[in-house]
Nanobody, 124 residues
Framework: QVQLVESGGGLVQAGGSLRLSCAAS????????MGWFRQAPGKEREFVAS????????YYADSVKGRFTISRDNAKNTVYLQMNSLKPEDTAVYYC?????????????????WGRGTQVTVSS
C-alpha cells in the first residue's frame, strides 16, 4: 500500500520560511517522479514543483521560482520543499504527489498517488 505523508506545515509570517517533507512508503521511491501541489480555499489545485527520479531535473511554477526549492533523498524515501520569502498568497494546503513514469508529466497533473496534505498559512 502506497503512502505519502506530508509534514512541516504551519503558521508563519510573511517573509518567513518553512520546510515541508513527504515520507513515501510502499513504492520504489527512487524510480518515481515526485512533486508538490497546493490548493487554496475556493481555488483549484495547482502545480508547485517537481523533481525527476535522478534528483537533477526540477520544474517550478512561475509563482514560486526563486523562492521554493524541491529536493529528494532517495535513501530516506523523502522529498522536501524548502519555501523561503513566503507570501500570504502562498497560503494553501500542500499535497505531495508521485508519478511512476520517468517523464515530466506530473507537472501537468498526471499523478498516480497523492498525500493527504499539510496546511501552510502565511500571515501578513
Amino acid at each position: 500500500q502506497v503512502q505519502l505523508v506530508e509534514s512541516g506545515g504551519g503558521l508563519v509570517q510573511a517573509g518567513g520560511s518553512l520546510r515541508l517533507s513527504c515520507a513515501a512508503s510502499g513504492l520504489t521511491f527512487s524510480s518515481y517522479t515526485m512533486g508538490w501541489f497546493r490548493q487554496a480555499p475556493g481555488k483549484e489545485r495547482e502545480f508547485v514543483a517537481s523533481i525527476m527520479w535522478t534528483g537533477i531535473t526540477t520544474y517550478y511554477a512561475d509563482s514560486v521560482k526563486g523562492r521554493f526549492t524541491i529536493s529528494r533523498d532517495n535513501a530516506k524515501n523523502t522529498v522536501y520543499l524548502q519555501m523561503n520569502s513566503l507570501k500570504p498568497e502562498d497560503t494553501a494546503v500542500y499535497y505531495c504527489a508521485a508519478d511512476r513514469s520517468s517523464s515530466s508529466r506530473l507537472r501537468f497533473g498526471k499523478v498516480d498517488y497523492w498525500g493527504r496534505g499539510t496546511q501552510v498559512t502565511v500571515s501578513s
